[in-house]
């Protein structure tokens, strides 16, 4: 039998409402992601508004994943206790389904902040992986995270604010600070400059149930690893080595020299990605820090999982 193809102008229109089903579904899940809806207010009007065609038609992965704080993970791991299909879509889900999916969002929704676990993550990786800019990311968009301010005797770059990308220190007074033994890990880093991490910060917020995140570099998370046993080690990885290489060049903060010294430092600490908890691929700032935060509460299980 000869197959019918529908008119051009029947094609256009086809396409121009799967663009618009699209965008729809995107500004649902973009309200959900900036905290304008809640992922429970999505489910009520799938359910009970014939015109929310953008709730139903967004499958349940997706809402989700716009959900603050959930990263692929913890969201895999979800829908397999609600023995909910990663193909499903929300006005599709049957009525145990339903249930079971409103009972643990309503149940993560209101567990009071004082509940929750706090934890003490450590984010390295080699230097232009993005460290800075996914920690960043997470100050701003997940107030409840505690970001460790690093002191640093290296210069401010163009933009960095004293107190809160860095304590820019002087020698001397760096010198004090690890004499007093308040640096919780401390390290020269590049044959340059020295990093750290004042401790007492970090003691007082994990003592007042905060989960803290500290950005440092490969030699201050093997201290810390010491120090403090039951901290969670994530180690940052660029999605290519080509696009690693890429981010360094592109920022331009270094010159060539310097640019290929810190790239041979850079595949000797991606040697030692294994001695961490988990890895985490920077691909996209925004996923990569859905992750570590997911991270904040939960214990390591299995050895080395990558993630993203």
Known sequence: MERMTPPAVDRVAASRAAVAARRARAAVKHAVATRERNAGDVLDAAWADPAARAEASLRV????????????????????????????????????????LREWLAERENQPAAT??????????????????????????????????????????????????????????????????????????HN???????????????????????????????????AMPEAVLVFLLPPTWDELVRRLIGRGTEGPAEQQRRLATARVELAAQDEFDYRVVNGDVSQAASEVVDLMGSRPSDPSPTLG
């Open 61 to 100: 992965r997706e809402l989700l994943l716009s959900v603050p704080s959930l990263g692929p993970t913890r969201v895999a791991k979800t829908m397999a206790e609600l023995r909910i299909a990663d193909s499903k879509r929300v006005g599709g889900l049957g009525l145990r389904q339903r249930h079971r």
């Open 192 to 226: 340059a400059f020295r990093y750290g991490t004042p401790r007492q910060p970090v003691e007082e917020a994990l003592a007042a149930g905060r989960s803290v995140l500290l950005e440092i570099d490969l030699q201050g998370a093997r201290q810390v690893r010491r």
């Open 116 to 189: 929750r676990p706090s934890r003490l993550v450590v984010l390295a990786g080699p230097t232009a992986v993005g460290k800075g800019t996914v920690s960043t990311y997470i100050r701003e968009n997940h107030p409840d995270v505690h970001l460790s301010v690093s002191a640093t005797t290296r210069a401010p770059r163009p933009g960095e604010v004293h107190g809160v990308n860095y304590f820019f220190l002087r020698d001397d007074e760096f010198d004090r600070l690890v004499a007093e033994d308040e640096m919780l890990e401390w390290a020269t880093v």
